[in-house]
């Protein structure tokens, strides 16, 4: 069974920084893709693909502040955001899949193992 837990998440004042870990078990980072989403309350976005072999996706918001990244000796996902804005301002999602589906926004969606998520809150 596939478990994600995220942690990292906090309250920062807008041009903070914050770095966000997904922790996961019962899947192999090295044959499986992971994403960060985020949910807003009135949205969803993608924020950071990383595909099984490595190649990586960022949504176009992100603007260069952030960095996705993956250690499978540890099992874990990161993303390393800076910079942050108001509008950063959700709950951050880990997903796994393992049939490569993350840079299909649906795919993943639908077939994707997501874990409960971190709050992000940046004042301005």
């Known amino acids: 069974q596939v478990r994600l837990v995220e942690s990292g998440g906090g309250a920062v004042q807008a041009g903070g920084s914050l770095r966000l870990s997904c922790k996961g078990s019962?899947?192999?980072?090295?044959?499986?893709?992971m994403a960060w989403f985020r949910q807003a309350p009135k949205e969803r976005e993608e924020v950071a693909s990383i595909?099984?072999?490595?190649?990586?996706k960022y949504g176009e918001f992100v603007k260069g502040r952030f960095t996705i990244s993956r250690d499978n000796a540890k099992n874990t996902l990161y993303l390393q955001m800076s910079n942050l804005k108001p509008e950063d301002t959700a709950m951050y999602h880990c997903?796994?899949?393992?049939?490569?589906?993350?840079?299909?926004?649906?795919?993943?969606?639908?077939?994707?193992?997501w874990g409960q998520g971190t709050q992000v809150t940046v004042s301005s």
């Open positions: 997903v796994a899949d393992s049939r490569d589906y993350c840079f299909d926004y649906d795919r993943v969606i639908e077939y994707g193992s």
């Open positions: 019962g899947i192999t980072y090295s044959s499986t893709c």
């Open positions: 595909l099984s072999d490595g190649t990586i």
